[in-house]
């Protein structure tokens, strides 16, 4: 391999307009939720966070009280929540296609990046939402094995005598676990399908799927290794920031703005770490081993044409006799 061949390390030095890529897609981050966000805060505001048995409580939150909180949200959450997640997947489409073409080897023309991202994200959105229409698949049929599985160890060690401490958290904790890194699995397909898609202009998901698993082969480290583990480390940041709110006192002043400053570097973070993963792998894709991906044609497997056909074949030597 060439010794020079250096993506992860490389993709730390991206092109111009990167910065103003990660700030676009931090208010996009910070667009999408803000429906759901408001929406409970504004809820919660109101009525579950002004109770006694929330404001009175020293110390941490206990996790009851906090699921409690959760219970407590208003009305309009579930569809403020539907609204975030689509403004979310949608401007995610958007933005992953116009980064592969500001990050990659032949930036366009066009500097400014809010055109190219429209421009570009439109040209592949179909086949992108496609990609994350099989990763969501992918994703719950997952889920709901790791569930299964997981139920029925519950049942073995209930049989077998397990402590309450066994069944109770560690089982539920290694299931969550597990299930993290599965959708995160599903992610780095679904993200290396449509950075493909976009590199090559191709239009066939399910073979794209297929090229996007020998990259994953021939690099387990550098492409699947690499997103599985700063997504998940990125995702867990806001999660450390907002287990540091609940496991301190009731705060105000200048010890909430360092909180919300800690949720902010997080977020900021996410938006840094995904352009590192959009520009190592475009500079992972170029690589000379990888030639003959790039190679492969963009067509059709072939099986729906097959199956139509399918009919046909088997009356015509009925009628022959």
Same mark, same amino acid.
């Given at each position: ?103 990659? /080897?032949?930036? /366009?023309?066009? =500097? ?9 994200? #439109? ?13 969501? @698949? ?6 709901? %094995?790791?569930?299964? %599985? ?21 089982? /539920?904790?290694?299931?969550? $676990? ?17 950075? @493909?898609?976009?590199?090559? $202009? &191709?239009?066939?998901?399910? &073979?794209? #799927? ?26 867990? %940041?806001?999660?450390?920031? #907002? ?13 909430? $703005? ?16 995904? @352009?590192?993963?959009? &520009? ?27 199956? =139509? $056909?399918?009919?046909?074949? #088997?009356?015509?030597?009925? =009628?022959?006799?």
């Amino acid at each position: 391999m060439n010794a020079h061949f250096r993506p992860v390390l490389d993709g730390l030095r991206p092109p111009a307009g990167a910065l103003r890529l990660a700030l676009l897609r931090l208010v996009m981050v910070v667009l999408a939720s803000s429906p759901a966000l408001v929406t409970a805060l504004l809820g919660l505001d109101a009525g579950a966070a002004r109770r006694p048995y929330f404001t009175e409580v020293p110390g941490r939150l206990p996790v009851a009280r906090l699921l409690q909180l959760a219970r407590d949200l208003p009305d309009g959450y579930a569809a403020a929540l539907a609204v975030s997640v689509v403004l979310a997947v949608l401007g995610d489409q958007l933005l992953t296609g116009g980064a592969v073409a500001l990050l990659g /080897p032949r930036p /366009p023309k066009e =500097r400014r990046v809010l055109a190219v991202v429209w421009k570009r994200g #439109l040209t592949h959105l179909w086949p992108f939402l496609r990609a994350v229409a099989v990763g969501v @698949i992918l994703t719950a049929v997952g889920a709901g %094995l790791i569930g299964a %599985l997981f139920r029925r160890l519950d049942v073995m060690g209930y049989r077998a005598g397990w402590s309450g401490e066994a069944r109770a958290l560690y089982l /539920p904790l290694a299931s969550v $676990g597990l299930t993290v890194l599965w959708m995160a699995a599903v992610g780095a397909l679904v993200f290396w399908c449509r950075l @493909i898609t976009a590199a090559d $202009g &191709r239009r066939r998901v399910r &073979r794209t #799927l297929l090229l996007a698993l020998r990259v994953f082969v021939r690099h387990p480290l550098r492409s699947s290794g690499l997103f599985v583990s700063s997504t998940v480390i990125s995702t867990l %940041l806001p999660g450390a920031v #907002l287990a540091a709110w609940r496991q301190a006192e009731p705060v105000r002043g200048g010890a909430l $703005g360092l909180l919300l400053g800690g949720w902010c570097a997080a977020l900021c973070l996410q938006a840094v770490v995904w @352009i590192w993963l959009v &520009r190592s792998g475009w500079l992972l894709y170029l690589h000379e081993g990888l030639a003959d991906l790039r190679a492969t044609a963009d067509a059709p497997f072939g099986v729906l044409t097959w199956l =139509r $056909g399918l009919p046909g074949k #088997l009356v015509s030597p009925r =009628r022959a006799r």
